[in-house]
């Protein structure tokens, strides 16, 4: 099994900085890619960013350019950082992770979701 939970969620004021961390732990052979997720009230679920184990990154079209994504490959995690928050980043942010476990399969995992709260 693989656990991931993520961190740094908070409630902070329209233009503040937030950094989430993702860590990943278990029967890991190596991740694939790790992505973030964030879902705001009364809306669905979306793509934010994306990182594989090469470095290769994406982001939704909407969201390019606002937030940056990153990881460490030694330390299982993954990062996601954006400046000038708005209110309308408001949402549960949540991590996910393509990972070969030690068995030689592939399995996607979701972590338990970050608050992240703007206030204008």
């Known amino acids: 099994q693989v656990q991931l939970v993520e961190s740094g969620g908070n409630l902070v004021q329209s233009g503040g900085s937030l950094r989430l961390s993702c860590a990943a732990s278990g029967s890991i052979s190596s991740i694939v890619a790790m992505g973030w997720f964030r879902q705001a009230p009364e809306k669905q679920r979306e793509l934010v960013a994306r990182?594989?184990?090469?470095?290769?990154?994406n982001y939704a079209d909407s969201l390019k350019g606002r937030f940056a994504i990153s990881r460490d490959s030694v330390k299982n995690t993954g990062y996601l950082e954006r400046n000038s928050l708005k209110p309308e980043d408001t949402a549960i942010y949540y991590c996910n992770a393509n990972v070969i476990t030690l068995d030689g399969f592939e399995y996607s995992y979701w972590g338990q979701g970050t608050q992240v709260t703007v206030s204008s």
């Open positions: 990182i594989t184990r090469t470095g290769n990154t």
